[in-house]
Structures are given as structure tokens and as C-alpha cells.
């Protein structure tokens, strides 16, 4: 199961019967293809339906990542090796392109089985069996350089990768909480759900988040919610129809707290970008920038059908937020937002074409107190201005 920030969308996997190609290593199953189910206005789900063909083919097409703001997905396909690789498709509208291969620093020819980003999707954190490794699957990283292409791949280290397989890697919205499967770490049994936390540069010892989380059966893909308060898994469990379904557990309030992890500390930020004269939703580059540091925190895209972006910010920060289209003036806001509780933040914003006569506020000039002086941190706004 993935979903995106806001929880309106879930993506999965399945090997129901929609695809008619039998699975030639296991005659009883179908071969896997990816569905999506939206959430209605009363937040009940709907009808699942499968992805377009552009993404299920007659082969193994499975999901195994979701961008945050759920316009980029990971997917898995196989070939005839047996083995399989990463590939990458990215949402236009309500369409999804033809998936890309990733480059060879992350796909092998051994096979590689889930992928995630950091937050600010300058880091990849991706599942693979090739050698050299700690035993079977390990988890790997690799960072994006300056010419947008990744890194050659490292391993996460010796703490979380052990002899025994790791999989279904999962950063949260907090950019410091790992979860992942494995079948060691001290499992009950196949595959159990653990957690390490990023601290001074180092992963945590993993912390397996038992019973009723944890079973003696396969236990893997577990996505948390911005919030902390659901998370979602891949489980053969009682309850189950069928072979692994898709479970959704509730946590009580504090519930991370007590082993002081605090995933609440978040700011979810979405709206809608629209033409002002038109109403119509637009795509628009949005970039959220760390006023105080004066450095770009994350770039990305409205929805080109919906407009609608989603994107969750730490509290404690001043943020400067740009939203801007090539032939408009663009919009700034600035967003001081207090150390405190998770929450929602609703920005809906409308651009205007560029004319004479247009009028262009500018929110992130900041002076000091009774003084003429321009900070350092107003000077983004202005090069954007010119």
C-alpha cells in the first residue's frame, strides 16, 4: 500500500484475476498489476480501479514508492531473469507516463524490489540482492548530485542491514524515521515491521514494533501517516480474504512518544493553484525555501488537472513559499510556523498573466526593526523580482 500526504489516494498491488496472464514459476497466481482507490467526500474509499496499460503490461507491475505528494511512483517489473528492476513514472494530469528505467547506480543485474525518497526527494533508498551485500536483500541509498542524476549506490549500514532480507523501505514525512521489513532483528516470525531513527548522522538500533503490528507470518510494507495516527501494511493475518491484504492500524495519541519519537511536529501545506481570471487549475512549479538559511528546501509541481499540491514542512521554521508559471507573475508567501502539534495548512493561490498595470506583492522582504537595512534573506525575493 502507498499513499500520498493528505490520504486521498492509495496505491497497491494485486494479483486478482484483471490480468489473465497466469504466473509461469506459480501456477496458481496471476501475475501482478497496480490499482488506485480515492477517497470520496464522505473519505470512504471507492471502487479500486487498475492503472492504464502504460503501466500494467502482461509482466510482474507492482508498486513499491510514492512520491509525497503522490505525482511520482515507484514501480517494479519483472524480466526474464527472473530478476527485476526500478522504474519511474510521474503523474500529468491524471495520467501517468510510460515508466523509466532508474540508471545503473541503482538497478543491477540482480534484482531490485522497493524504492522510497527523502522528503525533499534528494535521497533514494531503494532494496536490492546484489552482492557484496550483508545476506540477501539489502537496503541501499543514493543521493542526487548537482547534474540531477543519482549517486553510485551505498549501503545503509550494518545496524539495519544484517545476514537475513530487509525490504519495503519506508522514510516518513519527518525525514528521520526509516521503517522496514526484515526476517531478522529479533522477528517473531518471516517478516516484521521495524523502525530506526536518524540521530547525529546515525541510524538507531531498529525497534520492532510487535504484536498486533508484527505476526508470526510476512508482515512488510508499512506507511505511516503524516500525522502518526494510521499506518497501512501487507499482511497474511486472521481477517485476511486472501493470501496478503491490506490492513490499516489506528494509534492511540502519544502513542510514538514513548519512545520518543515525535512524528507530530509536522505542517501539512496543500492547496489549489488556479488562473485568476479563468478559475481553471494550473500546473505550476512551487518552491519552498528556508528563509533563515536562504536555502531551497523543495521543488516540485501542481497537479496539472487538479492543481492541487500537497507538502509537509517541519514546524519551527520560517518558510518562504513561491509558486510561479512561466508567463504570470509569480506568488510568494511567507509562512512563520511556531514549534507545535501537527496540523493543515490551506493555501489556495491564483496567478495572474503578466501586463501592464499588473501589481506584484512581495512577502519576503524582511528589514530589522525600526531600520532601512534589507536582511540578507530578502535578497531571493528580489532576484526572483528581476
Known amino acids: 500500500p502507498l499513499i500520498d500526504l493528505d490520504e486521498m489516494n492509495l496505491y497497491y498491488t494485486s494479483r486478482r484475476p484483471k490480468n489473465e496472464i497466469v504466473d509461469s514459476l506459480s501456477e496458481a497466481e496471476y501475475m501482478e498489476d497496480i490499482f488506485n482507490s480515492k477517497k470520496d467526500n464522505l473519505l470512504n474509499w471507492q471502487h479500486s480501479q487498475p492503472l492504464n496499460d502504460v503501466i500494467n503490461t502482461s509482466a ?70 546484489r552482492p557484496n551485500g550483508l545476506g540477501g536483500r539489502d537496503i541501499y541509498y543514493c543521493n542526487k548530485m548537482r547534474d540531477g542524476r543519482w549517486s553510485r549506490a551505498m549501503s545503509i549500514g550494518q545496524g539495519i542491514n544484517i545476514r537475513f532480507d530487509e525490504d519495503g523501505v519506508f522514510m516518513h514525512p519527518d525525514g528521520k524515521t526509516l ?26 538500533k531498529p525497534i520492532n514494533l510487535g504484536y498486533p503490528i508484527n505476526t508470526p507470518g510476512d508482515d512488510v510494507c508499512f506507511i505511516l501517516s503524516a500525522d502518526g495516527k494510521r499506518a497501512y501494511l501487507s499482511s497474511f493475518r486472521r481477517g485476511s480474504l486472501g493470501d496478503k491484504d491490506i490492513f490499516m492500524v489506528e494509534f492511540p495519541a502519544n502513542y510514538w512518544s514513548l519512545d520518543e519519537t515525535d512524528h507530530n511536529d509536522l505542517v501539512l501545506l496543500k492547496g489549489i493553484v488556479l488562473d485568476q481570471v479563468s478559475n ?38 520560517n518558510y518562504g513559499i513561491i509558486i510561479q508559471k512561466e508567463d504570470m ?58
Not at 181 to 204: A, M, N, Y
Not at 286 to 305: C, G, M, P, R, T
Open 60 to 129: 510482474h507491475d507492482a508498486t513499491v514508492g510514492l512520491s509525497f505528494d503522490g505525482q511520482t511512483l515507484f514501480l517494479y517489473k519483472s524480466d526474464d531473469n527472473n530478476s527485476g528492476d526500478l522504474y519511474m513514472s510521474t503523474l500529468s494530469g491524471d495520467l501517468w507516463s510510460e515508466p523509466v528505467a532508474l540508471n545503473t547506480n541503482i538497478n543491477s543485474r540482480y534484482q531490485e524490489t522497493s524504492a522510497c525518497f527523502s522528503p525533499d526527494e534528494r535521497t533514494l533508498y531503494f532494496v536490492s540482492n
Open 179 to 204: 521503517f522496514f521489513s526484515s526476517k531478522g532483528h529479533e522477528s517473531i516470525g518471516g517478516f516484521d515491521i521495524f523502525k530506526s531513527t536518524l540521530k547525529d548522522g546515525q541510524w538507531t
Open 280 to 317: 481553471r487549475p494550473l500546473e505550476a512549479e512551487v518552491i519552498i525555501i528556508d528563509n533563515i538559511a536562504d536555502s531551497v528546501l523543495a521543488e516540485f509541481k501542481s497537479n496539472a488537472k487538479t492543481g492541487k499540491y500537497l507538502v509537509a514542512l517541519p514546524s519551527g521554521k
Open 329 to 386: 507573475l509569480f506568488h510568494s508567501e511567507n509562512i512563520n510556523i511556531p514549534k507545535g502539534q501537527y496540523r493543515e495548512v490551506q493555501k489556495d493561490v491564483k496567478l495572474q498573466k503578466i501586463k501592464t498595470g499588473s501589481r506584484l506583492v512581495l512577502r519576503n522582504i524582511f528589514f530589522e526593526s525600526g531600520a532601512t537595512t534589507l536582511q540578507e534573506e530578502s535578497k531571493s525575493e528580489l532576484k526572483r523580482l528581476v
